[in-house]
């Protein structure tokens, strides 16, 4: 019988959303498989208090050592915790934290990992699937070793949303291994300053329409850049970029100046997950359109109504000027306030 381990972190008191996808997954997969359940946090024990109403056991590792994300500590906790458990099947959340320790943990435990989890099924077994080649073949893992690390990709499924309660947790102690690092404080770019807003339920995509040529003949890249500013400021969306427009910074032509390779997304770029995505100024063909394959409702504004998103890529296309669209938007919505 399989005794599955769901791995967990938190941010300041509570699980982060990431953490409660993962919890998810398990109490699904622990009946569909009747095996026991048990959850682990490596943080603030009370944190899996919003967790109790699962039935699963509770553990934790906690202590000054482990309130920080750190390679060596983390690995020490999450080997511990698997210990502990004696989990087979153990699921942790694609974040940073615990993406780049899984691999060191499945090492010393003599396990495997696999990464980039989109779904978990079978009856009878353990079925992992992931995608490929910039999303575009689907596979379906199995393996009979065991332990085997399963890290989720955030983002694929509903976050767990039971009644909190009061969680009986056990304490795994773990002598906190030596560290040559410190952590003194944390330094993030103000809220009207970010543009890329994984948890954002809308995805807004700018092409490299936005910097070219407009009907008076003229390039406006100052206003292209304070109308898309506007729209994400009063909205709180995500900003996507097709590769296009992120590549003209190095071809000498002018470019929207808060734009980096981090916003690019598509088959070179980022595959995010957004309920609902709008694309501007886009050419919407098969590179860019990889990137949308995980977005709810995708809806996109163009001027050419023969372009790619008009052809089955998209839920609704607009034609008309993004230029004036969005000036609209942000005039209703400055107005709504």
């Not at 330094?187 to 040529?213: H, M, S, Y």
């Not at 359109?289 to 890529?313: H, M, P, Q, Y």
Request: hydrophobic share 45%; net charge neutral; charged share 20%.
């Amino acid at each position: 019988m399989e005794n599955i381990l769901v791995l967990t972190h938190t941010d300041g008191s509570a699980l982060t959303k990431a953490s409660l996808e993962a919890v998810a997954a398990g109490q699904e997969l622990a009946a569909r498989l009747s095996a026991p359940l048990s959850i682990g946090v490596v943080g603030a024990p009370e944190a899996l208090n919003a967790v109790a109403a699962t039935g699963a056991k509770f553990f934790a590792v906690s202590g000054e050592a482990f309130t920080q994300a750190r390679y060596s500590t983390d690995a020490a906790a999450l080997e511990a915790l698997c210990r502990a458990t004696q989990a087979t099947i153990v699921l942790a959340p694609g974040s940073s934290r615990f993406a780049r320790v899984a691999a060191g943990v499945a090492a010393r435990l003599g396990g495997f990992v696999d990464t980039h989890i989109t779904a978990l099924s079978g009856d009878s077994a353990v079925e992992a699937s992931r995608w490929f080649y910039r999303q575009r073949v689907e596979a379906v893992l199995a393996r009979a070793s065991r332990p085997w690390i399963l890290v989720l990709d955030a983002g694929s499924r509903t976050p767990y949303a039971g009644a909190p309660g009061t969680a009986a947790v056990a304490a795994v102690a773990v002598d906190a291994p030596a560290t040559r690092t410190t952590v003194t404080g944390l330094r993030a770019p103000e809220q009207g300053q970010q543009t890329i807003r994984p948890d954002a339920k809308l995805l807004f995509v700018a092409g490299a329409g936005w910097t070219k040529k407009q009907p008076d003949g003229q390039i406006h890249t100052d206003q292209a850049a304070e109308t898309i500013l506007g729209f994400l400021r009063a909205t709180s969306a995500s900003l996507g970029s097709s590769k296009s427009l992120v590549d003209q910074g190095g071809e000498g032509n002018s470019v929207l100046p808060f734009l980096t390779h981090m916003n690019q997304i598509g088959q070179t770029g980022a595959t995010p997950r957004h309920p609902k995505g709008l694309s501007t100024c886009c050419h919407g063909e098969e590179p860019h359109v990889v990137g949308w394959r995980f977005i709810g409702e995708r809806r996109a504004i163009s001027l050419d109504a023969n372009c790619g998103w008009t052809r089955g890529k998209a839920d609704v296309v607009y034609i008309a000027d993004a230029f004036q669209v969005v000036a609209k938007l942000n005039a209703l919505l400055e107005a709504g306030k």
